[in-house]
């Protein structure tokens, strides 16, 4: 039964010729739906109601994320009291904001960092047709069960290392070991490539038998030349996220900042590192340009500048780790755009507080915002963030615009200004990518 259904399946795929696929109208606009934001406290916690307000900007709505299960390898809920029980069900209560939406997708996404048991088993599976199959077959029972448009593969395979920092700066070597010693080597990456290329095969055919929607995002720090075999798979998805972002981040580079999701690629850096050369990457490689889509992160990266930080603010600069969480998202090292916005304009300063943070943009429009606040005399608040502003994620979709990329996506709504804190207006980020798309 299962050789006739796939046998079917290879038919379909075989009838439909490239040609044929419907062009996409316009941009695609695809909202990540980060689920962890329902449990953030107070001005953080974004209900299914708060996302409303965006949605008519969203051609796709990607809810993260669903996880695998590590023994079985199928395809599951990661936090079911919230996404499937009866009591929130919010899995359903996203599918259902397509009746307000109509031509919005909603996509169920699995991975994406988010998935943080075990995972070894993202490349294991690969390795595996019997655990590939349990995965396909039981991510398209979840994401039909809950009424899902199609699934989004946003695999946890190994990261780039992260760049060695010059270590003029006493106890670098510690901090390095301390953050990476655990960081493992892919010594079976061609079978990975190889493994992944069949699973989104496997899930093509069993998708197009509903029809159902197949994406993949590709991970910030993934090697997309390692693991994805562009030519073999791009025909079988309706599209591809990049998450060119996340570039330098306090966990991977905890003693230097740097811009964390720039175009092109700044002076004296890696020239792979940016978001250009991710797009050229799968351009050259055969990607049809208006399957890319380029992500738009919503969020800052912030590291604590030190005494012997240069007082300049100019990156690369050094710096000691993360910097501290903010009130709302309560995670070090990240801010969410509104917690930025109100370090930078905070018209009821009161004596006592931290200094405003001194705001540096970029007139080449190449390499993103940073901002910035030198130690105080006791050493203390001093803080470096690279973030995305709505001005530079205009400047991303104009990249976009202008090399007829397949639109963009912004990584997640729940980090834009969805209450309208900063200026009044909700999702400043969302609304600015769209308006120059
Ligand atoms: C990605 O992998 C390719 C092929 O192994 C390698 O040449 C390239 O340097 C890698 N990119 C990065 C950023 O490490």
Not at 406 to 421: A, E, K, N, Q, T
Request: charged share 20%.
């Amino acid at each position: 039964m299962k050789f006739l259904l796939l046998l079917a399946a290879g038919l379909v795929l075989a009838t439909a010729a490239p040609g044929q696929q419907v062009p996409a109208a316009s941009p695609r606009v695809v909202c990540y739906y980060d689920s962890k934001s329902y449990t953030r406290e107070s001005q953080a916690r974004m209900l299914p109601l708060d996302l409303e307000p965006a949605l008519s900007f969203c051609s796709h709505l990607v809810y993260g994320y669903a996880g695998v299960q590590p023994d079985t390898y199928k395809m599951v809920a990661l936090n079911e009291n919230l996404d499937t029980d009866r009591s929130h069900n919010n899995y359903r209560t996203i599918t259902n904001l397509r009746s307000k939406f109509p031509g919005m997708k909603v996509m169920l996404s699995v991975g994406g960092d988010a998935d943080t048991e075990e995972v070894a088993k993202y490349n294991t599976m690969l390795e595996s047709p019997q655990a590939r199959t349990a995965f396909v077959n039981s991510g398209v029972l979840l994401a039909e069960q809950y009424g899902f448009d199609g699934v989004d593969l946003a695999w946890q395979f190994y990261k780039i290392k992260p760049k060695k920092i010059r270590s003029t700066w006493g106890s670098i070597w510690h901090g390095i070991k301390k953050t990476f010693g655990t960081t493992p080597v892919d010594d079976k990456e061609s079978e990975h490539r190889e493994g992944f290329t069949a699973l989104v095969r496997e899930f093509k055919q069993a998708l197009s038998l509903k029809p159902m929607q197949l994406s993949l995002t590709v991970l910030p720090n993934v090697n997309s030349s390692i693991y994805y075999d562009i030519p073999a798979i791009i025909n079988l998805v309706d599209f591809v996220n990049l998450n060119a972002f996340d570039y330098s981040t306090p966990e991977r580079n905890p003693k230097e900042a740097d811009y964390t999701a720039p175009i092109y690629t700044p002076q004296n850096r890696n020239p792979l590192l940016n978001a250009d050369a991710v797009v050229n990457h799968w351009l050259q490689n055969g990607a049809p340009a208006n399957k890319l889509v380029l992500g738009v992160a919503t969020y800052g990266r912030t590291w604590k500048l030190d005494s012997e930080s240069e007082i300049a603010g100019v990156p690369p600069i050094h710096t000691d780790g993360a910097g501290e969480a903010g009130p709302y998202t309560k995670t070090e090292g990240i801010l969410s755009y509104p917690e930025i916005c109100a370090k930078l304009i905070n018209p009821n300063h009161q004596k006592g507080m931290r200094p405003y943070l001194r705001k540096v943009t970029d007139p080449s429009k190449r390499f993103g915002t940073y901002a910035f606040r030198l130690p105080d005399d006791s050493g203390e608040a001093g803080l470096w963030i690279s973030y995305e502003d709505p001005d530079t994620a205009g400047q991303k979709a104009s990249y976009v615009k202008s090399k007829g990329l397949g639109g963009v996506s912004i990584v997640d709504l729940s980090m834009d200004d969805f209450r309208g804190l900063c200026t009044g207006d909700k999702y400043p980020i969302l609304r600015a990518a769209k308006y120059r798309l």
